[in-house]
């Protein structure tokens, strides 16, 4: 959807939740000697200001990332990257995840990107460099290019969900990319919101994909009349080890809210 524009969302606790995640799988993915393709349908501008007018004025981020920072151990994947990004940007600077990847992949490494919003897409050709960026359909980008070349790698889904459309289309687009990519990471994120909008789509996924493994937090809505309740993650061909960062991460939610 043409309207939506992350930056009064940047650093919301659904961003901590993704982002710690993707990170980590990044981490992990880097360890091993070998280059790897980085893909994201839905980039949005890569950087945001949570000094901005957009972010000040729904105030998710103080509820977020400015609480947040201190569940993390040091040396944990997600405060490595937002320290690269503020040591360059500012402290009030909260990369999204295609700077999340900048920050923690290698030179040999390939980013391709798709952002269709064309405010957003100007954005992020002049906040990321090196990258390949596409001003098209994230899904029809994905399809044209997997297997990616390295093979090896990380698919990042996130769509706006402003489209109703995109609950169903997501399971069909991913479930043919699997098979196109068997051994990609495939990774959605989704909102959890006040009647379950996502349930038919994780219902799809699971009789497309049934290996895929899920996980979801909650949290109070941002403010008054605000539908989201939580944030999910669907992934496929998840790393080893990932259950228990997983769990680690659940704890911090639960007790951050409790």
Known sequence: ????????????????????????????????????????????????????????????????????????????????ALDIIQQKHGDSAYPGSPLIARALLRPSDSLQLAELHPGEHAALRANLQGATLCKQD??????????????????????????????????????????KWNVGVLMLWYPILQGAPHAPMLRDLQARLPEGIRHEVRFPPAREGHRMVGSGLWLLNAPYGIDAELQRLSKRFEKAMA
């Open 138 to 179: 994230g899904f029809a980008m994905a399809q044209s290019v997997c297997p990616p070349t390295p093979r090896r790698g990380l698919l990042l889904v996130d769509p706006s969900y402003e489209v109703k459309a995109e609950y169903k289309e997501t399971p069909k687009q991913l479930a043919q990319i699997a098979r």
């Open 1 to 80: 959807m043409l309207s939506y524009q992350h930056a009064y969302h940047a650093g919301n606790l659904a961003d901590v939740h993704k982002h710690a995640v993707l990170a980590w799988v990044l981490d992990y993915l880097t360890r091993k000697d070998k280059p790897l393709s980085y893909l994201e349908t839905h980039a949005g501008r890569g950087l945001y200001d949570l000094a901005g007018v957009e972010a000040t004025k729904t105030g998710e981020a103080a509820q977020g990332i400015a609480r947040a920072r201190a569940w993390f151990e040091a040396g944990h994947p997600y405060l490595r």
